[in-house]
């Protein structure tokens, strides 16, 4: 088994196969999750294990990390491969500082600092002047390999990733004991992201980050040149990071099934819908071939065609089956419109968003953000995006009502039937079941057509019965979504609509509100369905600690090609700038005292230079006779031999300035 890292095994440089595994299964029982998976995975693979929600990922991610066990099958990895595994969970607190975790992820380094300690003390303890020129050798050699090893970097590296996942550095010195369950799965994140192990297996690594850290994240593990085999609902995310697409399909007996395909998320879409159409159109011939031939058996096999029809039936018997193509049960969404609106939807002017806390007297105001005035028309699709505690679902809610505006004015359009789906769903009784949840939002709808709606929302049987207190997030949305098709709104305010659904449901969300025809204020996370609504970008950032909101007419790709560009071109003026500033003076009227004067700058600049390296050749020498005379004081030696080694650097720098004027 390979050495596995939770919270990373050594290779070639050769593209290789890292791991293989042969007729994997794992049974609960008499239920298999999944039975005779096989695969290779080479190193360099970016892989997305994608399927439905309960389909077995998460498990098949635990056996290749270890910390499961296959019922039976073989599975290997090449030796010294180091493994890093991230759970959905959050791993236990730790005493230890934010910061001194992250410092361990660097064990080889830490191992260097030991033994530079151990010879540290040995030389504060050594006796002869042999034995001290003996440690001080050793010495030097860690000193270069922690060097060439990056040990002098760790501290930049560390800032980078913690920035990266959210992490300030007032954030660096708390205990992870002190922080939520998010905060510590994102800690866990970052130290296998400082380990750098050769197979990283990530479970929903997206989950606890906003879009600017899922972002970072994909820039990270894009130019990082391991392995990657991660299991997320987060299409974007997929599509920017993976190369490869697992999918773990039900096969037409009702098994699950590992079905591999090349490119990203889109491009794996795209393939497994046409190789479903084909295996349908094979399933197809086949049972018309069948069907033909049974006829003629039938009709032949007591007649004077027996032995061919006997003929038939043997090598019908023999022939191989095709499954019938089996989707994953999937639900059903339809939003259909009561009536039309106005044309005018929604109308802001001079709005100041944010809350007051009424439990003081005076009432405090907690200002957010203020809101260029916005107009929104129907059949647009506008999303709403930024940074969590930004302020978007004190937005929503500032403009359905809920809230009053701590300045200014909202104006809604007229002939508005507005359906809000609210990311907690706290609309929700925890006491009722989603049968009296939809009977409760359409009075009149008889619990035969409630209990069809829903099925279609994956409730059968005694599903329909169960409190919403006993839900899981993904059921919760689903019984949310099933209230909002009874509304016939024409205004649909979705405040994280994809939360907890898998890559199926979030799909058929997708299309569904493709088809809506009506008018879209949106709050999402969810990239890929931002990317595949959106006509207009409402974009909120914090920039000198003040939100913005700012608009832009346009796609989200548009939109973020519209900011690489902005960003590009700060760069470049920053660039531009720089160069003008380190660029040479202007040339004086008169060319001759120009070259005089360039002259006398010239022998003055190599007097200072001879000068410089004349007092540095004489401290050289002070600090040798002053070794000498420290004798075994270790503590001594070593504050004088990093201030000799910086005199000697001084002094090359000094030869090759002088060698330049040469």
């Known amino acids: 088994m390979p050495r596995l890292i939770i919270g990373a095994h050594n290779l070639g440089q050769s593209r290789m196969s890292l791991l293989t595994a042969s007729a994997l299964t794992k049974s ?80 080889q380094l830490n191992a260097l600092v030991e033994k530079m300690t151990q010879l540290e003390n040995a030389m504060s303890e050594a006796q002869d002047s042999a034995k001290m020129d003996e440690t001080l050798t050793k010495y030097g050699e860690l000193q270069h390999e922690y060097e060439l090893l990056g040990g002098y970097d760790v501290d930049a590296k560390i800032r980078r990733v913690l920035t990266g996942l959210g992490f300030g550095r007032d954030d660096e010195g708390k205990h992870i004991t002190q922080l939520s369950g998010g905060q510590r799965v994102r800690v866990a994140l970052a130290r296998l992201l400082l380990q750098s192990p050769d197979v990283l297996l990530l479970d929903e690594p997206t989950n606890h980050l906003d879009t600017q850290g899922i972002e970072w994240l994909e820039s990270y ?34 098994d699950r099934r590992l079905i591999q395909y090349r490119g990203n998320y889109t491009d794996f879409v795209a393939q497994r819908k046409l190789r479903l159409e084909r295996a349908q159109e094979e399933f197809e011939t086949q049972q018309a071939f069948i069907a033909k031939q049974e006829e003629y058996i039938r009709r032949n096999i007591a007649g004077q065609n027996t032995n061919q029809a ?70 647009e699709r506008a999303a709403l995006v930024g940074p969590n505690g930004t302020g978007k679902t004190t937005f929503l809610k500032t403009i359905l009502g809920g809230l009053t505006p701590l300045a200014g004015n909202v104006r809604l359009g007229a002939g508005l039937k507005i359906g809000y789906f609210e990311q907690a769903h706290e609309s929700l009784n925890l006491q009722n079941t989603p049968l009296d949840e939809l009977i409760n939002a359409k009075p009149g709808l008889s619990v035969p057509d409630a209990r069809n709606i829903l099925g279609q929302f994956l409730f059968s049987g005694d599903d329909a019965f169960k409190k919403i207190e006993v839900l899981s997030g993904g059921e919760r949305g689903r019984v949310a979504l099933a209230k909002l098709t009874l509304l016939g709104a024409n205004f649909l305010l979705l405040d994280e609509p ?63 090609d519209a900011k690489s560009a902005a960003a590009d071109a700060k760069t470049q003026a920053a660039k531009e700038i ?19 004067n360039k002259e006398r700058e010239q022998q003055k600049k190599l007097a200072q230079i001879e000068a ?20 075994s004081d270790f503590a001594k ?18 030869w090759a300035e002088l060698e330049r004027f040469g």
């Open 612 to 631: 410089k390296i004349g007092k540095l050749e004489q401290t050289l020498g002070d600090l040798s006779r002053k070794m000498e005379q420290a004798g």
């Open 498 to 560: 994809t939360n907890h659904l898998d890559i199926p449901s979030q799909e058929i969300l997708t299309e569904a509100l493709n088809q809506f025809d009506g008018t879209l204020l949106l709050v999402s996370h969810d990239r890929y369905l931002v990317a595949a609504l959106a006509t207009q970008i409402w974009a909120l950032d914090r920039a000198d600690g003040r939100t913005q909101m700012a608009i832009f007419k346009g796609s989200y790709d548009e939109w973020r």
């Open 28 to 107: 609960y029982g008499a239920f298999d999750v999944f039975i005779n998976l096989g695969f290779s995975v080479a190193k360099g693979d970016k892989i997305g294990l994608v399927g439905p929600n309960g389909c077995g990922k998460t498990t098949l991610l635990r056996i290749l990390a270890g910390a499961d066990e296959a019922s039976s099958g073989a599975m290997h990895y090449a030796r010294g491969t180091t493994l890093g595994y991230l759970s959905q969970s959050a791993e236990h607190g730790s005493e230890k500082t934010i910061w001194h975790d992250m410092q361990s992820a660097f064990a």
């Open 637 to 654: 030696i070593k504050t004088i031999g990093e201030e000799y080694q910086a005199t000697e650097q001084a002094l090359a720098e000094a």
């Open 310 to 379: 006997k003929g038939r039936r043997t090598r019908l018997n023999r022939m191989a089956r095709l499954e019938r193509p089996l989707e994953a049960k999937s639900m059903a969404l339809r939003i259909d419109t009561a009536h039309r609106s106005g044309n005018l939807i929604l109308e802001t002017e001079k709005l100041a968003v944010g809350y007051k806390n009424g439990n003081t007297a005076p009432a405090v105001k907690n200002h957010l953000f203020d809101c260029p005035d916005l107009q929104l028309w129907r059949l």
């Open 221 to 254: 593990l894009q130019e990082w040149e391991g392995t990657l085999i991660v299991v997320s609902h987060d299409r974007y995310f997929l599509d920017e990071v993976c190369e490869r697409i697992w999918d773990m399909e039900m096969s037409g007996g009702g």
């Open 578 to 596: 720089d160069r003008k500033s380190q660029s040479a003076p202007a040339q004086p009227a008169n060319p001759s005292a120009n070259s005089k």
